[in-house]
């Protein structure tokens, strides 16, 4: 029988920035909105087969109207196995606040081997052609703040969606074979900073399940 790993994934940024329809897009027909909690997230499940050995189980928690810097977000961190940290090309104020919510989950949360938690920086909206973030300044905040890597989105036109999950996962299952001891099995974890691309498509295939 194949094994279960189940993974939480945390979605941050400021309001408005397409937190919420990312998770539509990605989650697709198998969204439920499951519940609403008092602290006001919403959660979705997706279950993906890695391999013939493996289904992964990604729980999704979208803060939810809750995106303001208070104690509640550590309870909203907490068990994370990655994050995505969301701005819009278009805001730059809340590029800026990127950095933000990236101190506020690295001060509140960690691995269970106290690593910090592996982070994805997306900028979306790329679609409207309304651009105040140039290129270099989402690398260089990237390299700075130890970002794992970062890409342009389209929620509303599907790029790169996939391609930026699919990159996140394949860094949780780095870890998780670290942790279950089986670290010679692992794909990544060097620490290098990379702008995801369009080569990047399927970018999980071919990869090996530790579990
Ligand atoms: P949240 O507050 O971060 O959860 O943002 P929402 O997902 O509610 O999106 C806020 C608004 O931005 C909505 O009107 C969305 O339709 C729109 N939106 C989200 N993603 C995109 C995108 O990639 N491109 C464009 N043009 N609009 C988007
Ligand atoms: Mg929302």
Known sequence: MAEEVLFKVIIIGDPTVGKTSFVHRYVNDSFRRDYKMTIGVDFALKVIRWSDR?????QLWDIAG????????????KDAHACIVMFDLSQKNTFQNAVRWKK???SKCQLADGAAVP?????NKCDLGQREVE????????KEHDF??????????GTMIDESMNYLIEEMMSKHAELEGFSESATQGNGTIRHLSR???DVHQGSRCSC
């Open 54 to 58: 493996c289904n992964i189980k990604l």
């Open 119 to 123: 982070c994805l920086l997306l900028a």
């Open 148 to 157: 794992l890597g970062w890409s342009e989105t389209s929620v509303k036109e």
């Open 199 to 201: 080569e990047d498509e």
């Open 135 to 142: 290129q270099e300044e989402i690398e260089e905040m990237c």
């Open 104 to 106: 506020d989950l690295d």
């Open 66 to 77: 809750q995106e303001r810097f208070t104690s509640m977000t550590r309870v909203y961190y």
